[in-house]
């Protein structure tokens, strides 16, 4: 195993100028353990960001692969990328660790949920947000209040964008200020909304630098609001939330009851945003071979693959099947329609 290049402090020379944060921060975010869920839009800025600023460790989970439409504002990609069919956290990782060695990159490709939350959160000292749903925000919440690490959430559409920071006990959780998800359709999306990239920078840019405060120590200075950007029309709005926590009645920070985390809540189903396809997931603790995968769509489309995906296009379908027995079917977002097509391609 090729040992990790020993970290020189010289590289955040910049950054251990600033003096909230100095020399002694600095160290602190060197001995940092950070997980990242999604790495598109969202994430690939915060990782960028912590990477280059000297997090210690960070632990990278996505679901999904480059394609040509992430370009616009997914700032680790690129069209060899796409070309390659390269799941996101793999090319994330490969980028990331051109661009600081010292730090410990773990990219994970699957999907995040209550079979696998507990198990990602091992050992981190903060979760970021760099999800795309509403689901696993509150799956989220919940494994942070339970285990007591602090996240940041981040959510855009559009031109606006949103952030919270929650650190469980000191401050409102996401269930204080949003009890339920919406209801399905209620809501725009990049589909119906699109989506532009200074939002994205914006809204990703003060994650990091909420996460930064976190893991070097320095709790004090967090915003304890949620802020709401609209840069289109250049305003600026922050909602105060201490009243929320107080009141007691949030059923999550509140009550203690975690409805995500126990798999009560949520489904596993998923409409991709601004794709025309949707994500199934296989049973907890499916492990499919990719070889034969790729040997039984062979025989009724046509198949390509790598170490991590196989991808098949059959008729209007493209479906892609990773090793975890998830799948993303393209071609609609009907879930009846995409669930057929998994059970005649790839099995119920």
């Not at 990242?36 to 960001?49: K, P």
């Not at 919270?164 to 909304?193: H, K, L, N, Q, Y």
């Not at 840019?205 to 930064?212: D, P, R, T």
């Not at 009851?257 to 009560?264: F, T």
Request: hydrophobic share 40%.
């Amino acid at each position: 195993m090729t040992e990790k290049p020993k970290t020189n402090l010289d590289r955040y020379a910049r950054q251990v100028r600033f003096a909230p944060l100095g020399e002694e921060g600095q160290r602190r975010m060197l001995a940092s353990r950070v997980l990242l869920c999604g790495c598109g839009a969202l994430g690939s800025v915060i990782a960028n960001t912590l990477v280059r600023g000297g997090v210690g460790k960070l632990r990278l989970v996505d679901r999904d692969f480059v394609e040509l439409n992430n370009l616009q504002r997914q700032v680790l990609f690129d069209e060899a990328d796409v070309a390659a069919q390269t799941p996101k956290a793999i090319a994330a990782a490969e980028k990331l660790r051109r661009i600081n060695s010292t730090v410990e990159i773990e990219p994970i490709v699957a999907d995040v949920d209550p079979s696998n939350i507990v198990g990602l959160c091992d050992g981190v000292d903060l979760i970021l947000d760099g999800t795309d749903n509403f689901e696993t925000r509150f799956l989220l919440n919940d494994v942070s209040q339970k285990l007591g690490i602090p996240w940041v959430y981040g959510g855009c559409i559009g031109a606006e964008g949103q952030t919270m920071t929650i650190v469980p006990g000191e401050t409102a959780c996401f269930r204080c200020v949003m009890t339920e998800p919406p209801p399905p359709g209620t809501s725009p999306t990049c589909d119906t909304a699109g989506i532009t990239a200074p939002i994205i920078n914006v809204i990703a840019s003060i994650q990091a630098m909420e996460g930064m405060k976190i893991i070097a120590g320095k709790r004090d200075a967090i915003r304890r609001t949620l802020l709401v950007f609209d840069l289109w029309d250049n305003a600026v709005r922050e909602i105060k939330l201490d009243g929320l926590r107080e009141s007691g009645d949030c059923p999550t920070c509140g009550h203690r009851e975690y409805p995500w985390l126990e798999g009560d809540r949520g489904g596993r189903t998923a409409v991709l945003c601004g794709r025309n396809a949707v994500q199934i997931s296989g049973a907890p603790g499916t492990k499919l071979s990719l070889d034969a995968m790729a040997q039984k769509l062979a025989t009724v489309g046509t198949v390509s693959r790598n170490p991590f995906l196989v991808r098949a296009t059959i008729g209007e379908f493209v479906i892609t099947v990773f090793p975890d027995g998830r799948a993303i079917i393209g071609g609609t977002d009907d879930i009846p329609t995409a669930r057929a097509a998994y059970a005649k391609f790839i099995g119920s």
